[in-house]
């Protein structure tokens, strides 16, 4: 969709054209779906969590500037909103050695020993087992984890996404990194 197509179903949806509002989020469902799906630990509230979002981006449609892209715009209330969900969790288990089945103590004790050669896992395996290590994270913490290393995404689009600073970026990441392998090295055998 161009961005005069944009501009006029936005300028349309601020006048209460409910045919043009409904464009709109089906055009941006993708997008905020997925920055949804990959912030939450779990897909219990995803629906919720997205609709919140088009609510904050319809009440807040009269402060979008036409001077940067709509889908940026929006992509940032929803990365705001996703982490602000994830901070009122504020959920951070215990995590002991019995929790994790076989193929995720291997790829553990290969990261608790630093070794180069990756164990010998699925990646249905190493994703679950990293979405578990994940949750201890704080919010931030687990975005930028997400971003630079599963989605391969650069500091400079992280920048972007979030209004950070590529220092804030890659501090947050080393920080993340250090929390990882700390919560590795502790669990209890």
């Not at 609709?51 to 715009?73: S, T």
């Not at 089945?101 to 790829?107: F, S």
Request: net charge positive; charged share 30%.
């Amino acid at each position: 969709m161009s961005r005069d197509e944009f501009s006029q179903l936005i300028t349309d949806a601020r006048n209460s054209d409910e045919a043009a509002a409904k464009e709109l989020v089906e055009r941006l469902y993708p997008v905020v779906i997925r920055i949804v799906r990959n912030h939450l630990p779990r897909r219990e509230s995803e629906e919720d969590l997205t609709q919140e979002i088009f609510l904050k981006v319809f009440a807040k449609l009269h402060q979008y500037r036409a001077d940067m892209p709509f889908g940026h715009w929006v992509s940032r209330i929803s990365v705001n909103t996703c982490i602000d969900h994830l901070r009122k969790q504020r959920h951070r288990p215990e995590y002991r050695w019995s929790d994790f089945g076989q193929d995720q103590q291997a790829i553990l004790e290969n990261l608790k020993n630093n070794a180069t050669e990756p164990a010998q896992q699925s990646p249905e395996e190493s994703r679950e087992l990293l979405n578990r290590l994940l949750v201890s994270l704080k919010p931030a913490e687990r975005l930028v984890v997400q971003w630079l290393y599963l989605e391969e995404k650069s500091v400079a689009e992280i920048c972007d996404l979030t209004g950070w600073k590529a220092s804030k970026v890659k501090v947050t990441a080393f920080r993340a990194r250090q929390k990882l392998m700390a919560t590795v090295k502790r669990l209890d055998r």
